[in-house]
Structure formats: C-alpha cells, structure tokens
C-alpha cells in the first residue's frame, strides 16, 4: 500500500474516532421521527418506554441489519442497472479509493479534484456550475458502498461515516444562501435521498457503524426527506426527479412516521405532472430526446416503488397509457444504433444502455411487440407497424423508410417552444443512411456557470449551428412552427410547416422524401424583413467533403463508398460559403466538424426561397442533379410540379405543399 494511502487512512480512523467520540447523547428526543410503532420495531419500543434509550437504539439498528438481509439493497431507482453480487467494477471501484483521498469527481464531463484532507464542500475547482451542484450528489458514496460490498474492508464503512457526518455539520441548510444554491437543490437533495438507500442498506451491517451513528444518519435523511415536498422545482424533469425520489424515501424508510406523507406527496406531484408535461403525441416538454428517455425512467420507476408500497392504485390506468404512448413516440424517433438525434441539450447513449433502458420498460409493457423488438435487439418481437410518423404536438417529424442499418431516416424538429433544455433551433435535423449518421446536430457541450462556461454554451445554442434558415446569423426569436401540412404515402412523404423566426420574417419549410431514397427542401423566407439569409448544413466531423463552389454543392468521400450529396437547385444567384463547425456527443468534449451555408440577399419585402437536395448514394463520384420548373409549378402558391433528373434519369415530383 502507497504510504500516501496509509498515512490517510490512519488519518481517517483518527478522525473517526473523534467523530465518534463526539457523538450526541441518546435521548427520548432521538426517536422523534420514527414510528415506533412500525411492525417490527416492538423490542425498540418496549426499550424506548422503558426509557432505555441506548437498548432502544441497539434494537432499532438489529431491526435495520435484519431487514437488509432479507433482500438486495435497492438499486431500482439508479441511473443504471448494479448486479451486486458480482465484484465491484474498475469505475466505482476507482471513485471509491479516490474518495478515501477525498479526490472527488463531482460530474463525469471532468476528472478527479482533490477536496483537502479537511474536506472544502465549498471547493470549486472550475467555475462550471454542474461541478458544485453535483458534488452535493456525493455519487462516490454509493461506489464506496459497492467496493464495500465486495471487498469488506472497513476503510471505506469508516471514511464514508466521517464523509457522511462531515458532509451533514458542514452543510446544514440556512448555513448560506451560496451554500444553500448548491447543497440544498431540491434536485440534489432528491438524488442523496435515492443513492442513499442503497448505500445505507450495505453499510449498516458494518461493525463500525455504532447505533449513535444510525440516529444521527435517519434523523440527517428524515430532516431531507421532510425538506424536500416543500420545495419541489417549479416545473420541468427537476420536479419529476424530486417527486418521484420523494416516493421512493417514503416507500424506503416505512418507519418514519412522515413516510406515509413523502409517499403521497411524490404520487400527488407526479399525476398531475404527467398531464402537464407530456403532450398528446407522448412528447415530453422539454424537448430533449434524453430527457424524454428520463422522465419515461421517472414515471415508470415511481410507479414500481408504488406496487412495493402497495400504493400503486392511487396512479389510474392513464397514467400507465400516457407512459407506453411516451415509448413509442421515442421509439419513432430512434436511429437503427439506437441512438437519437441530439436535438437541445442531449448527447450520445450507449447501445447497451439504452437497451437496458428498453428492457426495464419491456417489464411494464410485456404485450408491446414493437418494445419487445428494441429490448431484444431484434431477436424478439416485431417491428413497429409504421415508418414514416410525426408528432405532431412536439413537432418531432420521422421520414423513414425502414428500420434496419441500412434505411434511410431524416428526423427533423419543428416545434413549440421549450423549456430549459430546448434551443432555438426549428427546422434542423438529423439525417441517417445505410449505417451513417451525415448530419449529427450540435448537441450542447456544457450546462451553466460563470462567463467563460455561458459562453462555451451559448456558441452550441446558436441558431446558425443548426441545419436551418437564419436571418444576418441571429438566433431565431420564436420556435412556434405551425404545422401546414403533413402527409405520407408510399412514394413521396411532405412536412411543411412555418415558423414566425424573427420579427416580419416567416420561415416556411417544406421537406419532400422522393421514393423513400432521397430529399428535397424547399425553403421560403416571407416578410418584409431584409438581410443576408443562408440555410445551414453541417456534416459529420470524418466526412472529408468537396466543396464545389460553382456547382453549389458539397458531397462527402468516405472510403466505403457510402456517402451524401447536398446541393442548391436555385436558379437564382446563391454563394456557398463554408463556415465554423463543432459538434458535442458528450458533456465537455468537442470535435471540429465541416459546415457551410447556401447563402442569398433580402432586399426587399419580396419571399426569397431556397431549393435544396439531399441525396444518399453509394460510390465515389456525386450524382448530377438537375431540376426543371413544369408548367403546373407555382412555388409561391405551393403546388409543386418539377422535372427531376438524376445522372440523366427523369422523374417527375407533382405536388402541393400545403394543406
């Protein structure tokens, strides 16, 4: 063992003990939360009115002991699955040693930070919010937890006792309102009341865990738990998280004579949230793909700690309809690598997650064939029984001409406006064929902090970033897109919608899928407002395209022959310029990707429009595309009649854009 280890844990025990040492005497006062009452707690009890405070306290932590031996600790309400009985992994195993250091990784986007031999809760090492607020999640005790489980070793049952106690006199609520901003979240306070079950359940069969410490440990929970009801977020996946690890207290910690309150609390919130928040369609609010997937997590893990409650009729059949209607809209909009399209502050998801995911909600909807079919990576189950499918609420619109790697999918985002986790962004999409994602959107990078950390978030929140239509590269002012049209059929699907993007300007977008092969988009600006106007494409960052100045268009070479075109028809004059191009898959990492713009002058109040391909083709050498205007063709009233001739080959596209 590194001397540097020994000589802090040495330093841990003696704290410890001085810890301990200072333990608060048992009194009558010491019960006052728990119902005594409680079958199970009758030696406490007797103990308890005997005035044998001591024996009552005995009584109560072999009460708690035995009962975490009748079952796993409960991981259920966890971000991700834990099997307890297999050795801890190098993760949590890593954050566990590194916490008997007190070097801490507060969230995931950064490394470990060194916290002092005397912990600073205050430390701030990047002025990141998400850095101290998540600190305050103290994630590594359920690690210290795991690596306890599987090794036995006291160090860390004896550092996660001195954490635990130091974390509770260094960060009482009303010490600050700094430290209440970050200590003190409700969102925080909900994720310590859910990791801390688990975590409780393991280390209370230490030898060192003293029945002084279990009345310190359930009166710090019960002083939480009782907290957090009274101060929900307003709105949002916060006060989903809060209402839903409310339920879970209660349903944990039965003994408590509160429990029964926290438990109805949390199911009160979360009905009426699921009305709020999830619109007909089965879209979740904020219009965020990942946060979508976590409030389907929220409704449906709130719901299984009401069945082990034995509560869950207080949620009616709705509830349980409006959550499957959640899993099939996200289903509509998932790639064949089960990923979605990164539209507002999402990122990229492991596959084997996310197939956790489909299998942990597969468990409430057994009869879901289309379900069955994502839980089982295809083996089981059928396909959905649609392709194309819009939703039409949440303007989340799918052209989709199947469902295995090598379909052709564009998933494009017309919507209402969002909450916190939406961008200004209508109109931009995602554009997937035969196993490539082109057209990744840009995704989010990081959250919220001081100047520097805003403006690193403020560049991915550009409205210019986003495959869509600016005015002079400012963000669009409204994302209200109203729906004009949308209808599919076996040879051509149609989206237009119109989005009231700046002031006296109208952007008007049509997205025409050709054959199930490939796209046309017909862009109109309409209003009196003038400037420069360019429409946005970004590509994916190992895409090495060719940017053909004098044809107007750019087409990827990958090797494999699998490759994009993207191309102006405008008749008119329009430049293509390239532009800035970064794209986030995950929080704090970027890569520099190409971008570029199709770009024309609005000079006066006159519709300005712009016609543009997409075209996924297989080979080394680009398609020609022409298009000629039929006599039938009137942009401007929307009825389309256009010759379309590719490498020679005609067709013809006769339509209407609107309703």
């Known amino acids: 063992m590194k001397p540097k280890l020994i000589f802090s844990l040495l330093l841990t025990a003696f704290t410890l003990c001085n810890v301990m040492a200072q333990e608060q005497p048992i009194t009558k006062e010491s019960f006052?939360?728990?119902?005594?009452?409680?079958?199970?707690?009758?030696?406490?009890?007797?103990?308890?009115?005997?005035?044998?405070?001591?024996?009552?306290?005995?009584?109560?932590?072999?009460?708690?002991?035995?009962?975490?031996?009748?079952?796993?600790?409960?991981?259920?309400?966890?971000?991700?699955?834990?099997?307890?009985?297999?050795?801890?992994?190098?993760?949590?195993?890593?954050?566990?040693?590194?916490?008997?250091?007190?070097?801490?990784?507060?969230?995931?986007?950064?490394?470990?930070?060194?916290?002092?031999?005397?912990?600073?809760?205050?430390?701030?090492?990047?002025?990141?919010?998400?850095?101290?607020?998540?600190?305050?999640?103290?994630?590594?005790?359920?690690?210290?937890?795991?690596?306890?489980?599987?090794?036995?070793?006291?160090?860390?049952?004896?550092?996660?006792?001195?954490?635990?106690?130091?974390?509770?006199?260094?960060?009482?609520?009303g010490l600050s309102e700094d430290n209440d901003k970050y200590a003190w979240r409700p969102l925080e306070v909900s994720d310590r009341l859910q990791s801390l079950v688990p975590t409780f359940a393991i280390f209370v069969n230490s030898p060192k865990f003293t029945p002084g410490f279990l009345l310190y440990f359930l009166k710090n929970y019960h002083e939480q738990a009782k907290y957090l009801p009274t101060h929900y977020a307003a709105e949002g996946n916060?006060?989903?998280?809060?209402?839903?690890?409310?339920?879970?207290?209660?349903?944990?910690?039965?003994?408590?004579?509160?429990?029964?309150?926290?438990?109805?609390?949390?199911?009160?919130?979360?009905?009426?949230?699921?009305?709020?928040?999830?619109?007909?369609?089965?879209?979740?609010?904020?219009?965020?793909?990942?946060?979508?997937?976590?409030?389907?997590?929220?409704f449906l893990k709130a719901y299984r700690t009401a069945q082990k409650a034995g509560v869950a009729n207080e949620f009616p059949a709705s509830y349980?309809?409006?959550?499957?209607?959640?899993?099939?809209?996200?289903?509509?909009?998932?790639?064949?690598?089960?990923?979605?399209?990164?539209?507002?502050?999402?990122?990229?998801?492991?596959?084997?997650f996310r197939m956790q995911q489909f299998?942990?909600?597969?468990?409430?909807?057994?009869?879901?064939?289309?379900?069955?079919?994502?839980?089982?990576?295809?083996?089981?189950?059928?396909?959905?029984?649609?392709?194309?499918?819009?939703?039409?609420?949440?303007?989340?619109?799918t052209f989709r001409n199947g469902w295995n790697n090598a379909s052709t999918i564009m998933i494009l985002k017309a919507s209402p406006p969002g909450e916190f986790h939406a961008q200004p962004d209508n109109g931009t999409f995602e554009l997937w064929a035969n196993g490539r994602n082109?057209?990744?959107d840009a995704g989010c990078f990081v959250y919220s902090g001081d100047a520097e950390i805003t403006k690193m978030r403020n560049w991915y929140r550009q409205t210019r970033v986003h495959?869509?239509?600016?005015?002079?590269?400012?963000?669009?002012?409204?994302?209200?897109?109203?729906?004009?049209?949308?209808?599919?059929?076996?040879?051509?699907?149609?989206?237009?919608?119109?989005?009231?993007?700046?002031?006296?300007?109208?952007?008007?977008?049509s997205v025409l899928f050709i054959d199930q092969k490939y796209f046309l988009i017909i862009d109109k600006a309409i209003g009196k407002a003038k400037g420069n106007l360019d429409i946005h494409f970004q590509l994916k960052e190992d895409s090495n395209p060719v940017f053909d100045q004098a044809g107007k268009k750019v087409y990827?070479?990958?090797?494999?022959?699998?490759?994009?075109?993207?191309?102006?028809?405008?008749?008119?004059?329009?430049?293509?310029?390239?532009?800035?191009?970064?794209?986030?898959?995950?929080?704090?990492?970027?890569?520099?990707?190409?971008?570029?713009?199709?770009?024309?002058q609005k000079n006066n109040d006159q519709t300005q429009q712009f016609i543009s391909v997409l075209y996924p083709y297989n080979g080394h050498k680009a398609p020609e595309i022409k298009i000629n205007e039929n006599t039938g063709n009137d942009y401007e009233k929307g009825n389309i009649d256009l010759s379309v001739s590719i490498d020679g080959k005609m067709s013809v596209v006769k339509t209407t854009l609107m309703k």
Do not use: C
């Not at 490759?563 to 929080?587: C, M, P």
């Open 438 to 440: 082109f057209t990744p």
């Open 359 to 397: 299998q942990s909600w597969l468990d409430a909807f057994p009869k879901n064939d289309a379900l069955r079919y994502f839980a089982t990576d295809g083996k089981e189950g059928k396909v959905p029984d649609f392709l194309s499918k819009g939703l039409n609420t949440a303007g989340f619109y």
């Open 238 to 298: 916060h006060r989903l998280f809060e209402a839903q690890r409310t339920l879970f207290a209660g349903a944990s910690f039965p003994e408590f004579t509160d429990a029964a309150t926290w438990r109805k609390s949390g199911i009160e919130v979360l009905n009426t949230e699921i009305l709020k928040q999830v619109y007909p369609d089965g879209v979740q609010y904020e219009l965020s793909p990942v946060y979508h997937a976590g409030a389907i997590d929220i």
């Open 32 to 173: 006052a939360a728990i119902n005594l009452n409680y079958p199970g707690l009758e030696k406490a009890k007797k103990a308890y009115t005997a005035s044998k405070y001591n024996e009552a306290a005995q009584a109560l932590l072999n009460y708690y002991r035995e009962k975490s031996g009748k079952k796993d600790p409960d991981f259920s309400n966890g971000e991700k699955a834990v099997d307890i009985k297999s050795p801890v992994d190098r993760a949590n195993k890593m954050a566990a040693d590194s916490a008997l250091l007190h070097r801490f990784q507060p969230q995931k986007g950064y490394g470990f930070f060194n916290y002092g031999k005397d912990i600073n809760w205050q430390y701030w090492p990047i002025k990141d919010n998400e850095v101290r607020w998540q600190l305050h999640r103290v994630k590594w005790w359920q690690s210290m937890a795991l690596a306890y489980n599987s090794t036995k070793k006291e160090e860390y049952a004896k550092e996660w006792m001195l954490q635990f106690a130091d974390w509770a006199k260094k960060n009482p609520f």
């Open 467 to 509: 495959s869509t239509l600016t005015l002079d590269n400012q963000n669009m002012l409204i994302t209200k897109a109203q729906q004009n049209k949308w209808e599919t059929g076996k040879n051509l699907d149609i989206l237009t919608y119109t989005n009231p993007s700046y002031a006296d300007l109208n952007h008007q977008r």
């Open 320 to 352: 349980k309809q409006t959550v499957e209607n959640m899993v099939m809209a996200f289903i509509s909009i998932t790639f064949p690598n089960y990923n979605q399209p990164m539209f507002g502050d999402s990122w990229l998801a492991d596959k084997n």
């Open 556 to 600: 990827t070479t990958y090797a494999d022959g699998n490759n994009l075109l993207i191309q102006s028809l405008n008749s008119d004059k329009v430049s293509l310029h390239e532009e800035e191009g970064k794209v986030s898959y995950a929080y704090q990492k970027e890569l520099k990707r190409p971008a570029f713009a199709f770009e024309k």
